[in-house]
């Protein structure tokens, strides 16, 4: 039996989130480093793994393992949902003050890279980024777009916003449901929330084993996420801002247009009806954006009032 860290009675120091899929091969190696990165740092830790739907044996090594393992926990999902549905899961389930995600796959070394997203989050910062060094894989290319378009969109200036982060507990508390791949944008949900965030460099290893989950598919994809993000984090909260603004460019195009034609009728006597029509319909449907503001700004209204109970029950339910 090896030798194991000590398992925390109460809440951990630090909690480690992992989803895995199909990756029966690396297991064993994972744990093993994560148990030497417990014991050789001192830390009062759990690894939360998230077997999300795996079809080969990934779900019985975990199990039998937490014999051996007193910090691991293992949660099992029927059909695989991904890793946003994996991490909205385990977010729940975590209890360490800390909260750090890493991939199954040893292509980050736990042993190297705990100790140094929980140096770089002890500066001050709420949410720490890695940033990998030595990353030759094929989607690099496509890595590199996505960062500089999300930097430019988000402003957030990190270089590599879809790698393991280290979250403080409040962070992982405030964040809204997940959906879709929204995984990949968790530094720009925190940063709108106010949160500092930072970024340390980490190694990058080429996977021992198994093949990976991701491909070019899911460009299209996360470039449609990027801007319904986008969209939410700058009008989620002041939605008149959006429709408001769309509804009177709409009416204003429609009354210039209306003017333009009664210039033409008194000038030259001369009617355009399609336009006038055309005009209407433009008015109209800037109105109907007002209409759609107003009920939105209701719907914010109450959100923001079931978030509030919500935190509410959260503060009651704490020990």
């Known amino acids: 039996m090896p030798q194991t860290a000590e398992h925390p009675l109460h809440r951990p120091d630090v909690s480690l989130l992992i989803p895995a899929h199909n990756e029966a091969a690396n297991i064993p190696l994972l744990l093993e480093k994560i148990n030497r990165c417990f ?10 793994i998230i ?5 080969d044996d990934t779900g019985t090594i975990l199990d039998a393992a937490k014999q051996d393992y007193p910090w691991l926990h293992v949660v099992h999902q029927r059909g ?36 140094k997203l929980l140096a770089k989050l002890a500066e001050g910062y709420d949410v720490v980024a890695g940033w990998r060094q030595g990353r ?66 980490t ?39 959006f429709f408001g603004s769309l509804g009177m460019i709409s009416i204003l195009g429609g009354v210039g247009i209306d003017l333009y034609l009664l210039y033409l009728w008194i000038d030259r006597g001369k009617q355009q009806r399609p336009l006038f029509y055309f005009a209407g319909v433009v008015i109209l449907a800037g109105l109907l954006l007002f209409l759609v503001g107003f009920l939105a700004e209701l719907v914010v209204n109450q959100a923001t009032r079931i978030e509030a109970i ?10």
């Open 39 to 48: 014991t050789v740092n001192d830390l009062r830790g759990e690894a939360v």
């Open 51 to 55: 077997d999300d739907g795996s079809t």
């Open 80 to 115: 695989k949902h991904g890793i946003t549905k994996a991490l909205d899961r385990g977010f729940r389930i975590v209890k360490g003050d800390t909260v750090i995600f890493l991939p199954a796959d040893l292509e980050s070394d736990p042993e190297e890279d705990v100790p």
């Open 136 to 201: 030759r894989d094929g989607k690099v290319p496509a890595s590199r777009v996505y960062n500089a378009v999300s930097r430019l969109l988000f402003g957030v200036q990190a270089h590599d916003m879809n790698w393991i982060k280290a979250f403080r507990r409040e962070v992982v508390e405030n964040l809204p449901p997940l959906r879709s791949d929204w995984h990949r944008f968790l530094l720009m949900i925190a940063a709108s929330q106010g949160y500092r965030i930072g970024e340390v460099k």
């Open 203 to 241: 190694n990058y290893y080429p996977r021992r084993a198994g093949r990976s989950k991701f491909g070019v598919a899911r460009i299209p994809t996360s470039f449609l996420d990027v801007l319904v993000v986008k969209f939410l984090l700058t009008f989620s909260q002041k939605p008149m801002l």
């Open 310 to 319: 919500e935190r509410q029950l959260r503060q009651r339910e704490k020990p």
